[in-house]
Protein backbone atom coordinates (compact mmCIF):
# COMPACT_ATOMS: atom_id res chain seq x y z
CA UNK A 1 0.00 0.00 0.00
CA UNK A 2 1.13 3.65 -0.74
CA UNK A 3 -0.84 6.82 0.75
CA UNK A 4 -1.52 9.15 -2.01
CA UNK A 5 -1.89 12.28 0.02
CA UNK A 6 -4.16 13.40 2.65
CA UNK A 7 -8.09 13.80 1.80
CA UNK A 8 -9.60 15.61 4.34
CA UNK A 9 -10.33 16.65 7.86
CA UNK A 10 -13.13 15.99 9.86
CA UNK A 11 -14.71 18.86 12.23
CA UNK A 12 -17.45 17.90 14.80
CA UNK A 13 -19.34 21.25 15.51
CA UNK A 14 -22.46 22.59 17.44
CA UNK A 15 -21.74 26.08 15.62
CA UNK A 16 -22.58 24.84 11.77
CA UNK A 17 -23.42 28.36 10.43
CA UNK A 18 -20.53 30.05 11.85
CA UNK A 19 -17.95 27.53 11.10
CA UNK A 20 -19.30 27.21 7.14
CA UNK A 21 -19.25 31.14 6.84
CA UNK A 22 -15.47 30.23 8.53
CA UNK A 23 -14.70 28.03 5.89
CA UNK A 24 -16.36 29.64 3.06
CA UNK A 25 -16.17 33.62 3.31
CA UNK A 26 -12.72 33.64 5.46
CA UNK A 27 -10.92 30.86 3.91
CA UNK A 28 -12.74 30.74 0.42
CA UNK A 29 -13.62 27.04 0.29
CA UNK A 30 -16.40 26.09 -1.76
CA UNK A 31 -19.27 24.42 0.06
CA UNK A 32 -20.08 21.49 -2.41
CA UNK A 33 -22.06 17.94 -2.86
CA UNK A 34 -22.14 16.21 0.06
CA UNK A 35 -23.91 12.52 0.73
CA UNK A 36 -27.09 12.31 2.02
CA UNK A 37 -26.12 11.35 5.75
CA UNK A 38 -28.40 10.92 8.50
CA UNK A 39 -26.91 14.16 10.39
CA UNK A 40 -26.35 17.23 9.55
CA UNK A 41 -23.15 18.79 8.15
CA UNK A 42 -21.33 20.47 5.17
CA UNK A 43 -18.33 19.47 2.04
CA UNK A 44 -16.01 22.28 1.64
CA UNK A 45 -13.86 21.73 -1.31
CA UNK A 46 -10.56 22.74 -2.63
CA UNK A 47 -10.60 22.68 -6.25
CA UNK A 48 -12.30 19.16 -6.69
CA UNK A 49 -11.68 17.87 -3.39
CA UNK A 50 -14.19 17.86 -0.51
CA UNK A 51 -10.85 19.02 1.78
CA UNK A 52 -12.99 19.80 5.22
CA UNK A 53 -15.94 17.72 6.18
CA UNK A 54 -18.26 19.78 9.06
CA UNK A 55 -20.77 17.00 11.08
CA UNK A 56 -23.30 19.16 13.16
CA UNK A 57 -23.74 17.78 16.83
CA UNK A 58 -25.59 18.94 19.54
CA UNK A 59 -22.64 21.11 21.30
CA UNK A 60 -19.19 21.24 20.22
CA UNK A 61 -16.81 18.73 21.53
CA UNK A 62 -14.83 19.66 24.61
CA UNK A 63 -11.18 19.70 23.68
CA UNK A 64 -9.14 21.54 26.41
CA UNK A 65 -5.85 19.55 25.06
CA UNK A 66 -6.42 18.80 21.54
CA UNK A 67 -4.68 16.09 20.06
CA UNK A 68 -4.31 17.70 16.22
CA UNK A 69 -2.32 20.62 17.01
CA UNK A 70 -3.55 22.39 13.55
CA UNK A 71 -4.14 21.55 9.78
CA UNK A 72 -2.91 23.74 6.84
CA UNK A 73 -4.03 24.94 3.93
CA UNK A 74 -0.85 26.29 1.01
CA UNK A 75 -2.39 29.15 -0.49
CA UNK A 76 -1.33 32.48 -2.85
CA UNK A 77 -1.73 36.03 -2.09
CA UNK A 78 -1.18 36.82 1.61
CA UNK A 79 -1.76 40.78 0.66
CA UNK A 80 -5.31 39.89 0.09
CA UNK A 81 -5.33 37.51 2.48
CA UNK A 82 -4.81 39.75 4.99
CA UNK A 83 -7.37 42.46 4.13
CA UNK A 84 -9.84 39.28 4.74
CA UNK A 85 -9.01 38.80 7.86
CA UNK A 86 -8.17 42.08 9.09
CA UNK A 87 -12.02 43.05 7.64
CA UNK A 88 -13.54 39.73 9.46
CA UNK A 89 -11.92 40.86 12.74
CA UNK A 90 -9.87 37.60 12.93
CA UNK A 91 -6.61 38.08 15.16
CA UNK A 92 -3.69 35.55 13.40
CA UNK A 93 0.01 35.28 14.33
CA UNK A 94 2.73 35.16 11.67
CA UNK A 95 6.03 33.72 11.30
CA UNK A 96 8.66 33.21 8.92
CA UNK A 97 9.83 29.28 7.81
CA UNK A 98 13.15 29.46 9.08
CA UNK A 99 15.70 28.33 5.97
CA UNK A 100 12.41 28.31 3.73
CA UNK A 101 10.99 32.14 4.05
CA UNK A 102 7.93 31.30 3.98
CA UNK A 103 5.22 32.90 5.47
CA UNK A 104 3.04 31.33 8.26
CA UNK A 105 -0.41 32.38 9.21
CA UNK A 106 -2.05 30.70 12.26
CA UNK A 107 -5.18 31.36 13.17
CA UNK A 108 -8.52 29.83 15.17
CA UNK A 109 -11.90 28.94 13.13
CA UNK A 110 -14.50 30.15 15.63
CA UNK A 111 -14.53 26.86 17.47
CA UNK A 112 -10.93 27.45 18.10
CA UNK A 113 -9.48 24.83 16.09
CA UNK A 114 -6.22 26.14 14.80
CA UNK A 115 -5.61 26.79 11.00
CA UNK A 116 -2.07 27.12 8.82
CA UNK A 117 -2.63 29.22 5.87
CA UNK A 118 1.15 29.06 4.38
CA UNK A 119 2.64 31.38 1.87
CA UNK A 120 5.71 30.48 -0.61
CA UNK A 121 5.50 34.38 -0.64
CA UNK A 122 7.94 35.87 1.76
CA UNK A 123 6.82 38.67 3.60
CA UNK A 124 7.52 40.61 7.16
CA UNK A 125 5.99 38.16 9.81
Wanted: proline share 7%; hydrophobic share 40%.
Amino acid sequence: MTLKYLDHVNLRTGRLDELRRFYGEVLGLREGPRPDFTFGGAWFYLGDRPVVHLVEVSDTPDAPTPRIEHFAFMAEDLPVFREVLEKAEINYNANIVPGFGWTQLFLRDPDGNKVEVTFQETARA
